[in-house]
């Protein structure tokens, strides 16, 4: 028991400091590359900030575990949501001012899209490629279309001004990210078999928590610095990434249907996440810490009935 706890932790950390190196590697590259600070934003940040649940999801995947691959997804955009946006508001109240609601509208026509696929019991690599070109096309319709309040750009705060530094913390956190995703599907796995409990429920709550821990602690620093404004851009994006890169990449090489045990409650409650999000986006001015303990004990409430 100790060894698979040490090979979680170990995970957890390998993804959270890998992330991280990861995510400026990143920056640096494409900003030493002429790349503008919005194609820095969506494609760079966006992608990099979702390899550890990549990583987990594709790993798991790989060794025939598609339930703890599409738990992570789901469970990971239920942490973004309620968690990261709960725990931020209750440091500074999260000003919206419309920043996000395309983003948010997107997210939740994926979520229908994913829905609908997982009802119908469809699973093929064709579906998975779709989901890709899908995010491909979200993409390109996102840099051509750039919104006025722009989230991501506190981003670059902290990339290495220098190309070669740049490439090795790029390079050094792939392979944390490969090593950390690998010891915590695989302790996770193990602990499942040990106490009996569904890879599904696994997934949505171990891995998806942890590999969720880098946006966490990147938004409650945005808040801290008075910017937590920045986390609704990291949200919205994030969990649209998580839906069309992280289900497709999983689709492609588990060609399975999404587990029809995600559907009884936790893909509803995705739902009203994704509907809540669009709907504050849209009329509210600001999520303040009422709100955040709400959404706090919505996330409490959701992972206590998984286990019950």
């Known amino acids: 028991m100790l060894i698979i706890t040490l090979s979680i932790i170990g995970g957890l950390i390998g993804l959270a400091v890998g992330g991280e190196l990861l995510v400026r590697g990143a920056v640096g590259i494409s900003l030493k590359a002429g790349l503008s600070t919005l194609v820095t934003g969506v494609v760079i940040?966006?992608?990099?900030?979702?390899?550890?649940?990549?990583?987990?999801?594709?790993?798991a995947a790989m060794i025939g575990s598609p339930e703890i691959a599409w738990g992570n997804i789901v469970g990971s955009n239920l942490a973004n949501t309620l968690l990261i946006l709960g725990a931020t508001a209750l440091i500074a109240p999260i000003i919206l001012s419309g920043a996000g609601k395309r983003d948010a509208v997107s997210g939740l026509v994926a979520v229908i899209l994913l829905w609908g696929l997982g009802l119908s019991g469809m699973g093929a690599v064709w579906i998975g490629i779709a989901l890709l070109v899908i995010l491909a096309a979200y993409i390109y319709w996102r840099v051509k279309h750039p919104s006025k309040a722009h989230d991501y750009e506190e981003e670059e705060e902290g990339a290495p001004d220098n190309i070669a530094l740049a490439?090795?913390?790029?390079?050094?956190?792939v392979a944390l990210l490969i090593l950390g995703g690998k010891y915590l599907v695989d302790g996770s796995i193990q602990l499942a078999r040990i106490f009996e409990i569904p890879e599904t429920v696994i997934g949505l709550t171990i891995v998806a928590i942890g590999t969720s821990l880098p946006e966490l602690a990147?938004?409650?620093?945005?808040?801290?610095?008075?910017?937590?404004?920045?986390?609704?851009?990291?949200?919205?994006?994030?969990?649209?990434?998580?839906?069309l890169l992280i289900g497709g990449a999983t689709m492609s090489i588990t060609p399975k249907a999404i587990p029809y045990e995600l559907f009884d409650l936790e893909w509803p409650v995705l739902a009203a996440s994704?509907?809540?999000?669009?709907?504050?986006?849209?009329?509210?001015?600001?999520?303040?810490?009422?709100?955040?303990?709400?959404?706090?004990?919505?996330?409490?409430?959701?992972?206590?009935?998984?286990?019950?």
Do not use: D
């Not at 999000?277 to 409430?301: D, E, M, P, S």
């Open 167 to 173: 490439i090795v913390l790029f390079v050094a956190g």
């Open 274 to 308: 994704a509907v809540m999000l669009v709907l504050l986006c849209q009329f509210a001015h600001k999520i303040g810490r009422a709100l955040g303990v709400l959404l706090l004990v919505a996330f409490a409430a959701n992972t206590a009935l998984l286990f019950a």
């Open 45 to 59: 940040v966006g992608a990099a900030t979702s390899m550890p649940e990549m990583v987990a999801s594709v790993q």
């Open 218 to 243: 990147a938004s409650v620093a945005a808040a801290l610095k008075g910017k937590s404004g920045l986390a609704i851009g990291n949200v919205v994006g994030s969990n649209v990434f998580n839906l």
